[in-house]
């Protein structure tokens, strides 16, 4: 798939976006200048639109980090805990600071996320066995420990519905105001963007890095950093989209190689158009009603996943 094909796609369902909702917009009423219609555009409709195309671009980006960085296709901020631990730094915010800002909340979770981000390469590093399917199983064993451990604090804490709004992901609740720690993400994608071809040597291995005079360490701290402050910005503002950082890197992989550079661009559309659509399929599959975006996503993300696993297992043998 060309990129211009992703960027009409973009174009379209943006627009098919904007106008799909309980109250009902039609394209000529902007023209005529309904002042209803004009602020539903401006607080509600625009600042969803911005904030599915910054997830979507920003999430699937920091699968694509995470892919090459760890060495493994099936390695995202899901995989690898990194949402669970930005959802436990978040109710810690919570917990110490009763009256936090949104920045600090997500100052916190990005420090969360960083550390836990680092333990599972240190575990990944310190295994023997690295298996294509075990090691993001063992990511989620980890994330699994991290989020009975903030269920429980949430329950000691009476803050069990505070953090219920982080576990599924949902644009239902963006208006203006409330999403604009999402720009925060925009920059971290044009530093992916920039870092893309010492990631790509970074993912060949330390050795084979440290040959070419790439500082190996560096690199990948600066990717799991990127990586992190865009995941705790995703789960403070949205909630936890399931994966999206696993299938769109490796969708764009099966049809444009292993260049991350080269990926970014595409990864980043493909991500964008994909979460739209599926923005799209949870306003209308129950209208007027709305399902969560990260129910939707989670369906069809788990149909691509298995037919992946399949597809790699057919290869293998």
Known sequence: MKKRHLIYMLIIFSMISLFIGIKDIYPWEL????????????????????????????????????????????????????TDWARLGILTSMMLFGSATYFQKMIIAFI?????????????????????VFIPLMGIMLGNIISSLTTFFAYKNNLVQNISSWLQGDFSLIIKGRYELLYLGIPMVFIAYIYGNKFTIA????????NLGLNYNRVVTMGLVIVSLITSITVLTVGSIPFLGLII????????????????????????VFVLICDILSRVIIYPYELSIGVVVGVIGSGIFLYLLLRRKEYAV
């Open 31 to 82: 023209f005529r200048l309904n002042e209803a219609s004009v602020q539903v555009m401006l607080i509600s409709r625009i600042p969803r639109l911005i904030s599915i195309i910054v997830v979507g671009m920003g999430m699937s980006i920091s699968g694509l980090i995470m892919q090459s960085v760890s060495r493994n296709k099936f390695v995202s901020p899901t995989t690898a805990a990194t």
């Open 112 to 132: 969360f996320a960083l550390a836990g981000t680092l333990i599972f390469m240190k575990l990944l590093n310190k295994i023997k066995y690295k298996n294509a």
């Open 203 to 210: 993912g060949m291995g330390e050795g084979f890095s440290v």
């Open 249 to 272: 890197p490796n969708i764009v992989s099966l049809y444009n190689g292993d260049n991350l550079k080269e990926n970014i661009p595409h990864t980043a559309l493909l991500g964008a």
